[in-house]
């Protein structure tokens, strides 16, 4: 199962959007209505952010959506702000044996 | 209040053992999906293994054989025994739990432990 594919980096502005892209394939992000994206910032764990394609876990502030389309997952972040400045993740299910695909990740700077 | 708090992580030589431990509270390990993902170092998330509520586990391809899952319901923490390791190994291991609900999420994540195998 190869890792789904994210831009390296995405930039914006402070109160300007960014959408980041996540390419997998029909067995994965075009199969399952599964897909989460994660925030990392330096040294930290992982934070969820969206999940279900379009969904927000409690807390999480709604300038962060989801989408999709195809093969396609998109996570769009509106009304950039600082601490918005992270790296990003995709994640897919791809099955029983194999749960979690993840994306290759993309650096968003805000700038 | 949902935790994760993994141990065990260190410096190994490739060909050594190592056994990381996630100790939750909040939830009974046993009633949830829970995984360990990888981050090596400057590199992106990589999942390494699930264990179901139902015992079922499954592995990447590149740990099985070398690594086991394991959880200890009466201690409610999940294991990693990492055996064979290798340069490749070396990475911080995250301990992580499923969405409930039908989701596949990963809704908690511990704060992770390095693991480093080199000579």
């Known amino acids: 199962q190869s890792a789904l594919t994210q831009p390296r980096s995405v930039s914006g502005s402070p109160g300007q959007s960014v959408i980041i892209s996540c390419t997998g394939t029909?067995?994965?992000?075009?199969?399952?209505?599964?897909v989460s994206w994660y925030q990392q910032h330096p040294g930290k764990a992982p934070k969820l952010m969206v999940y279900?394609?379009?969904k927000r876990p409690s807390g999480v502030p709604d300038r962060f959506s989801g989408s999709k389309s195809g093969n396609t997952a998109s996570l769009t972040i509106s009304g950039l702000q600082a601490e918005d400045e992270a790296d990003y993740y995709c994640?897919?299910?791809?099955?029983?044996?194999?749960?979690?695909?993840f994306g290759t990740g993309t650096t968003v700077t805000v700038l | 209040e949902v935790q994760l708090v993994e141990s065990g992580g260190g410096l190994i030589q490739p060909g050594g053992s190592l056994r990381l431990s996630c100790a939750a509270s909040?939830?009974?390990?046993?009633?949830?999906?829970m995984s360990w993902v990888r981050q090596a170092p400057g590199k992106g998330l990589e999942w390494v293994s699930i264990?179901?509520?139902?015992?079922?586990?499954y592995y990447t391809d590149s740990v099985k054989g070398r690594f086991t899952i394991s959880r200890d319901n009466s201690q409610n923490t999940l294991n990693l025994q990492m055996n064979s390791l290798r340069a490749e190994d070396t990475a911080v291991y995250y301990c992580?739990?499923?969405?409930?609900?039908?989701?596949?999420?990963?809704?908690?994540w511990g704060q992770g432990t390095l693991v480093t195998v080199s000579s």
């Open positions: 909040g939830f009974s390990v046993s009633s949830s999906y």
């Open positions: 029909y067995r994965d992000v075009g199969f399952y209505d599964s």
């Open positions: 264990i179901y509520s139902d015992g079922s586990i």
């Open positions: 279900d394609v379009s």
């Open positions: 992580t739990r499923y969405c409930s609900g039908g989701s596949w999420c990963l809704d908690y």
């Open positions: 994640c897919s299910y791809a099955g029983t044996y194999t749960p979690n695909v």
